[in-house]
């Protein structure tokens, strides 16, 4: 059975999709996953491409598709029957010949601006009635530059050309989406710019079926969208792990010695490794974190960063694993040594040995066929779309320091006998409190990535959480911590739920952690601002469930660990519910100060 269609000839699959359909939905665990499709093309082919690869992403998909060309008609007037679909995520896929007016070639640059402002309000007004009625993310395609300019190139430039207002226009979306999270932009432009117009529109399918694209085309928006929804839904991968020798430079640095090393400028070689590290350091600087895995003894391997013009330094990986092991080992060493899943990485490799057998051991974890041309390995990770993100925040831009950071507290963890004196050592300080309009976008974010450190896996669209946020019914609390070695930023998420009757009771709906604060007293903290809050809301007691899922083993225990008593016979290792009463609790924190 394919696990992964993308591995396959895009022929195999369009001839086979029935069958690839049949095979990938009969895998254990899928997500339940429903799409709401507006189109204004036909979007019957680019949905069932679509579906393999959410199916390959272990999804479940369910979807609603607009007639040919009433996406608008269903966004506002038949909105009703897209709410009544219930949809996780609505995907406005509009093209180019879909803008319903573009300027005349005499058009000032105030006629341009109205032009502009009227075809936002047209979408605007879309996008705020699915807000309003269904209240899910939206996203919404951009648009691909016309294909047939009459201008020539002044049509990019002067207020009347079709290329210049699709220039606009899409400017206008993106600051919408910039000032609005709940719409997100999928950049068709640029995928159409990357494919190529001469591979991208085929006319005859569009006189035809009303399919703008090709076949290729069509795959590749469905690519584009997955890698969204994978974002959105948390499934993004986090960290890539690199090797090294014939991988950041050229030559093997036992052998060759720094000297000798092909980084730099001085040939076309040597300029390729300082582009692919380049280009590492800029996944860095967005919040991938970097580690190593090498076959190398440490020492040496560690010098090849203090080559002149090595751009990487040793600083900027998280774990560094040179040794003769093998691969799959130390890169389940660094899973755990960064707390994340094997899932979340992204390995590269120039030896073709080496990544057959982390694929055979490791089928978790994504390995690119980057071969052994290091100039084409910045264009085949980002095809493979393994970083996509659905959003920016603070947090997600210091990620990558905050494992490094990590490291460091681990090296000075040996230094002191006792844990207690360890974590006094940290100066830690914290700051919880209920849910702020400037956190709503990372605690959505959060949410929707976490995995392992999840009691019940529940997710929340950023509308819901808005909702959530303002209902007297809920409790709910962020937390942030920092130490001496930096600021971890928002960490922590709890929603709990009032139930007065038959007793006062508080539900905790969810509780999450990112994994890169265990051990360091955190959930105690959370845990007494819990408590106060059902206190305050006149609740006898909390209540938590766990459901266990292929990735939140390590919460298992997590209410009896905190002292919780199971309150329900029915409890097994699935599902299990747990009670603490607040009239007797005392606060445990111990080495935290909290703000």
Wanted: charged share 25%; with cysteine.
């Amino acid at each position: 059975m394919t696990t992964d269609v993308r591995s396959l000839p895009l022929d195999q699959i369009l001839r086979s999709r029935k069958r690839l359909r049949r095979e990938l939905a009969a895998a254990p665990s899928l997500r339940p996953l429903r799409v709401a499709v507006l189109g204004g093309p036909t979007t019957a082919e680019v949905v069932d491409l679509l579906e393999l690869q959410l199916l390959s992403d272990g999804f479940a998909p369910a979807f609603y598709q607009s007639e040919y060309n009433k996406f608008y008609e269903d966004a506002t007037l038949d909105v009703a029957r897209v709410a009544e679909f219930k949809p996780d995520l609505v995907w406005v896929h509009t093209q180019v010949l879909n803008v319903s007016r573009f300027p005349s070639p005499g058009f000032s640059e105030a006629d341009l601006e109205v032009r502009v402002a009227e075809e936002l309000g047209r979408f605007t007004r879309m996008w705020e009635s699915i807000l309003a009625t269904v209240g899910c993310q939206i996203v919404q395609n951009n648009f691909e530059h016309p294909p047939f300019p009459a201008l020539g190139n002044l049509d990019a430039t002067v207020a009347g050309g079709q290329t210049r207002f699709v220039y606009e226009l899409n400017r206008a979306f993106a600051r919408y989406a910039n000032a609005d999270h709940r719409v997100l932009i999928h950049d068709l432009n640029a995928l159409a710019a990357r494919v190529g117009h001469a591979h991208w529109f085929d006319w005859e399918r569009w006189f035809s079926y009303k399919m703008l694209t090709t076949p290729e085309a069509s795959w590749e928006i469905a690519a584009s969208v997955a890698s969204l929804v994978a974002a959105i839904r948390g499934r993004a991968k986090k960290c890539l792990i690199v090797d090294l020798d014939n991988t950041l430079w050229g030559g093997v640095i036992g052998d060759d010695g720094v000297d000798k090393l092909q980084i730099g400028q001085e040939t076309a070689v040597a300029e390729a490794y300082s582009a692919f590290q380049r280009y590492c350091v800029a996944l860095r600087e967005r919040g991938v974190v970097l580690a190593v895995c090498s076959k190398n003894e440490d020492s040496i391997a560690r010098t090849g960063f203090g080559h002149p013009d090595s751009i990487l330094k040793v600083e900027h990986f998280a774990a560094f694993k040179a040794n003769w092991e093998p691969k799959p080992d130390n890169i389940r060493a660094i899973a755990e040594e960064l707390s994340l899943g094997l899932d979340s990485f992204v390995f590269i490799d120039d030896n073709p040995a080496e990544r057959a057998i982390v694929r055979a051991q490791l089928p978790m974890v994504a390995v690119p066929e980057v071969g052994h041309e290091v100039a084409q390995y910045p264009a085949i990770i980002a095809a493979g779309r393994f970083f996509e993100a659905a959003g920016m925040s603070k947090e997600d831009l210091a990620r990558a320091d905050a494992y490094s950071a990590n490291a460091a507290r681990v090296a000075v963890q040996s230094k002191f006998a006792d844990y207690g004196e360890y974590l006094d050592s940290l100066s830690m300080t914290a700051e919880i409190g209920a849910f702020k309009p400037v956190y709503l976008e990372r605690i959505t974010q959060l949410i929707n990535k976490t995995n392992q450190f999840n009691l019940t896996t529940r997710r929340y669209t950023h509308p819901e959480i808005e909702s959530i946020a303002g209902d007297a019914r809920y409790i709910t609390l962020y937390g942030r911590l920092a130490d001496t070695f930096g600021d971890n930023g928002l960490i922590s998420v709890i929603i709990g739920r009032v139930d007065a009757a038959p007793i006062s009771v508080l539900h905790i709906d969810l509780w999450i952690m990112s994994c890169r604060v265990l051990k360091r007293d955190m959930e105690l903290a959370m845990l007494d601002a819990l408590v106060a809050g059902a206190r305050a809301a006149g609740a006898s007691e909390l209540r938590g469930t766990y459901l266990r899922t292929p990735k939140n083993a390590m919460v298992a225990e997590h209410y009896p660990t905190l002292g919780f008593v199971a309150a329900s016979p029915e409890n097994d290792a699935d599902r299990s519910v747990w009670k603490l009463d607040v009239a007797s609790y005392t606060p445990r924190n111990r080495h935290i100060k909290v703000n």
